[in-house]
Structure formats: structure tokens, C-alpha cells
């Protein structure tokens, strides 16, 4: 017969269950915990905004005029190459990024020089650096799951983070220009001495000291930049040398991280040109029909086609720099560990200050 003492024991080793919420697999309750990219899918809102679309409008037309003056370029387009560049899907994003590029305007005038390029670079950063700052902060707060941020308090956040935004842009060419003096000054030291075998030999071998660096510098400033302005944007404290520093360490240690999420990146904006790019083309043909029925001027008619054309390169403009924000984001977390979520959001209202309390004097009477 058994005891009391057994029959307690049995009844305390009645299993209980497995516990699914604990371990790896309280971490897999959304898609989102098992494939941190598909957070970028959420900055698609940003397309759907009138008013940030309005903003790179507006920047883009800004831009294109500067542009435009610097390389003194006085054509008009033609509805037919309008309506050629719009059409042609295929050859889309290489039209796109050769008219983004603000050294392609030179690449055809042998007489431009070359501080005209560096004139229009310069010009470039000038003037998408808020926009870049105002939409990577709508972004990141998309991909962080939180609600986009008014139009009034994202540019005020952006315009205080510019000068930063504008810092950490010309710094890595200050010491690209740095080491640029120094191998120029080893070969004014060459052509001194002349063509003496040992001797330049080892300048050579003093030159590479300088040119890896500068080749460093150089080419991680196209991913390190935009990545500084992604800290910028979503920091709280907006240090432009740590947002540079973070730039160049997110390219050069997590580079397969990154790679992959400007592969999807690449492949959300694809999927956003395509659908721009059918909106303006049916928007061109409805507009140029019901103008030519009216008989309207041919100038209004070239105007309002050049006007549409440029609507697929504003909204793919809007969607590339707000991903920009959810990658630093996704970076972040895999180079430091910080979740997407943990992110900083200034207060909508701030609590007003507590009122002091005048202290007593020690001095007065009863």
C-alpha cells in the first residue's frame, strides 16, 4: 500500500506542459522577429503623403535650377523625349541616376572645369540634406513601428540637424584633400630628383601609405554620409562625427548586412517606380489628349508633360531616402545590438517647468 509520502510525489511530477514563451521562440511570435527587413515594407506610407511628396517636389525643382545654372544649360524638352523617358521602363533607373548625378550635366561640355563639378556636388549636398534628414527621421519612425511625425516638427528637427548633416558631408573630403597634398608633395619630391630608380621606388612604396587611406575615405563617404544623416535624423544627441563614424563602421564591418538590405531596399523601390512610372505614363496620355481637344498652347502643353514626367523621380526620391532611415535602424541592431523600437521621439507637448519655490530669508524678524 502506498504512502502518503509517495502519492504527494506523484502528484508534483505531473508535467506540465511545455512553455513556448520562453527562449527563442518568445522571440518569433511576428514575422518581423524571424525577418527584420520585412520592417522596411512599413516605409511604403511614406509614397502615400501629399505633403512629402510636395517637399521633394519642390527640392527637386530647387536642385535642377541650380544645376541647370552651373551648367549653363538653356534646351527646352520635347513632349516626344518626355514621354519617351516616361515610357520606357526598362531604361528608367539608368535615366534616373544619370539625372540625379550632379556631375552628368558636365560629362558632355569639355570646356566645364573641374571646380564647376565640385561646385555642383557641393550643391547637391546643400540642398537634399534636410529633405534626406526630415524623410530618414519619417522613415525610421515608420520602421520602428510609430506614426509618422507632422510635417511642421519633422522640418524643424531637420532644419536644427542641417549644419551637422552639411559637417559630416565635407569632413571626409577635408581629409580626402589632406592626403591628397601629401601625395601630390611626394611627387613634386620624384619630379625633383628625376628619374632616379631606388629613390622612386621608395617614394612609391610611401605613396601607397597615403592613397589607401584616401581610397578608403573616398569611397566608403557614398554609403557612410547618407548613413550619417540616417543617425542624424534618428539620434538623440546629433553629433556629426559619431553619425559619420557610425557611417563607416556599419560599411565596413556589417557590409553583408548591408548589402542585403539595399538589395531589398532596391527591390521595394522597384516595386515603387513601376507603379509611378504606369501612373504618370496614363496621367501624361489623359492630360495630353484633353489639352490637344481643348487647343491649348503647345508651351502649356510641353509644361504640363515636363511637369508629370518628373512625378516618378519625386516619388522614388521620397521612398529612397526614407529607407535610408530604416536601414541605419537595421544596421544599428546588428552592429550594436539596440532594438529597432528603442528609438528616440522628442515629446509632442512638453510638460511645462515646475515653479520654484522661493526660499526664506534668513534674515528676516519674527
Same mark, same amino acid.
Given at each position: 500500500?502506498?504512502?502518503?509520502?509517495?502519492?504527494?510525489?506523484?502528484?508534483?511530477?505531473?508535467?506540465?506542459?511545455?512553455?513556448?514563451?520562453?527562449?527563442?521562440?518568445?522571440?518569433?511570435?511576428?514575422?518581423?522577429?524571424?525577418?527584420?527587413?520585412? @520592417?522596411?515594407? @512599413?516605409?511604403?506610407?511614406?509614397?502615400?503623403?501629399?505633403?512629402?511628396l510636395?517637399? &521633394?517636389?519642390?527640392?527637386?525643382?530647387? !536642385?535642377?535650377?541650380?544645376?541647370?545654372?552651373? #551648367?549653363?544649360d538653356?534646351? =527646352?524638352?520635347?513632349?516626344?523625349?518626355?514621354?519617351?523617358? $516616361?515610357?520606357?521602363?526598362?531604361?528608367?533607373?539608368?535615366?534616373?541616376? /544619370?539625372?540625379?548625378?550632379?556631375?552628368?550635366?558636365?560629362?558632355?561640355?569639355?570646356?566645364?572645369? !573641374?571646380? %564647376?563639378?565640385?561646385?555642383?556636388?557641393?550643391?547637391?549636398?546643400? &540642398?537634399?540634406?534636410?529633405?534626406?534628414?526630415?524623410?530618414?527621421?519619417?522613415?525610421?519612425?515608420?520602421?520602428?513601428? @510609430?506614426?509618422?511625425?507632422?510635417?511642421?516638427?519633422?522640418?524643424?528637427?531637420?532644419?536644427?540637424? =542641417?549644419l551637422?548633416?552639411?559637417l #559630416?558631408? &565635407?569632413?571626409?573630403?577635408?581629409?580626402?584633400?589632406?592626403?591628397?597634398?601629401?601625395?601630390?608633395?611626394?611627387?613634386?619630391?620624384? /619630379?625633383?630628383?628625376?628619374?632616379i630608380?631606388?629613390?622612386?621606388?621608395?617614394?612609391?612604396?610611401?605613396?601607397?601609405l597615403?592613397?589607401?587611406?584616401?581610397?578608403?575615405?573616398?569611397? /566608403?563617404?557614398?554609403?557612410?554620409?547618407?548613413?550619417?544623416? /540616417?543617425?542624424l535624423?534618428?539620434? @538623440?544627441?546629433?553629433?556629426?562625427?559619431?553619425?559619420?563614424?557610425?557611417?563607416?563602421?556599419?560599411?565596413?564591418?556589417?557590409?553583408?548586412?548591408?548589402?542585403?538590405?539595399?538589395?531589398?531596399?532596391?527591390?521595394? #523601390?522597384?516595386?515603387?517606380?513601376?507603379? #509611378?512610372?504606369? $501612373?504618370?505614363?496614363?496621367?501624361?496620355?489623359?492630360?495630353?489628349?484633353?489639352?490637344?481637344?481643348?487647343?491649348?498652347?503647345?508651351?502649356?502643353?510641353?509644361?504640363?508633360?515636363?511637369?508629370?514626367?518628373?512625378?516618378?523621380? &519625386?516619388?522614388?526620391?521620397?521612398?529612397?531616402w526614407?529607407?535610408?532611415?530604416?536601414?541605419?535602424?537595421?544596421?544599428?541592431?546588428?552592429?550594436g545590438?539596440?532594438?529597432?523600437?528603442?528609438?528616440?521621439?522628442?515629446?509632442?507637448?512638453? %510638460?511645462?517647468?515646475?515653479?520654484?519655490?522661493?526660499?526664506?530669508?534668513?534674515?528676516?524678524?519674527?
Amino acid at each position: 500500500m502506498p504512502s502518503e509520502d509517495s502519492s504527494a510525489t506523484n502528484e508534483t511530477q505531473v508535467h506540465d506542459g511545455y512553455d513556448l514563451e520562453t527562449g527563442l521562440l518568445a522571440r518569433l511570435r511576428e514575422w518581423i522577429d524571424l525577418f527584420p527587413w520585412l @520592417r522596411l515594407i @512599413r516605409v511604403l506610407r511614406v509614397v502615400g503623403s501629399p505633403p512629402l511628396l510636395a517637399s &521633394v517636389g519642390l527640392t527637386l525643382a530647387v !536642385w535642377k535650377i541650380g544645376i541647370t545654372l552651373l #551648367a549653363l544649360d538653356q534646351s =527646352t524638352p520635347e513632349v516626344a523625349e518626355i514621354a519617351a523617358t $516616361v515610357n520606357h521602363q526598362v531604361n528608367f533607373f539608368a535615366a534616373f541616376l /544619370g539625372h540625379l548625378n550632379p556631375t552628368s550635366v558636365f560629362h558632355d561640355d569639355p570646356e566645364i572645369v !573641374w571646380w %564647376k563639378t565640385l561646385l555642383g556636388i557641393g550643391w547637391s549636398v546643400f &540642398v537634399w540634406t534636410p529633405v534626406a534628414i526630415l524623410l530618414s527621421r519619417q522613415g525610421g519612425l515608420l520602421t520602428a513601428g @510609430r506614426s509618422l511625425m507632422p510635417l511642421s516638427a519633422a522640418l524643424s528637427l531637420a532644419l536644427s540637424r =542641417t549644419l551637422a548633416g552639411w559637417l #559630416a558631408a &565635407v569632413v571626409p573630403l577635408g581629409c580626402i584633400g589632406v592626403f591628397a597634398v601629401l601625395i601630390m608633395m611626394i611627387g613634386w619630391i620624384s /619630379g625633383l630628383f628625376g628619374d632616379i630608380t631606388w629613390l622612386n621606388s621608395i617614394l612609391a612604396g610611401v605613396t601607397l601609405l597615403f592613397a589607401i587611406p584616401c581610397g578608403l575615405l573616398a569611397f /566608403g563617404a557614398n554609403v557612410a554620409i547618407p548613413l550619417s544623416w /540616417g543617425a542624424l535624423a534618428n539620434e @538623440r544627441d546629433p553629433d556629426a562625427m559619431d553619425s559619420l563614424s557610425r557611417g563607416y563602421e556599419y560599411l565596413f564591418r556589417r557590409p553583408l548586412h548591408l548589402a542585403a538590405y539595399l538589395l531589398i531596399s532596391a527591390i521595394i #523601390a522597384s516595386i515603387v517606380s513601376i507603379l #509611378a512610372v504606369g $501612373v504618370t505614363r496614363t496621367a501624361i496620355q489623359i492630360n495630353s489628349q484633353l489639352l490637344k481637344f481643348a487647343d491649348a498652347a503647345d508651351g502649356m502643353v510641353i509644361t504640363s508633360t515636363d511637369l508629370l514626367g518628373h512625378l516618378p523621380v &519625386v516619388v522614388l526620391l521620397t521612398a529612397i531616402w526614407s529607407l535610408l532611415g530604416g536601414v541605419y535602424l537595421l544596421l544599428r541592431y546588428d552592429a550594436g545590438g539596440q532594438e529597432v523600437e528603442d528609438l528616440w521621439q522628442a515629446d509632442a507637448c512638453p %510638460k511645462p517647468p515646475l515653479p520654484s519655490i522661493p526660499s526664506q530669508s534668513t534674515d528676516s524678524t519674527p
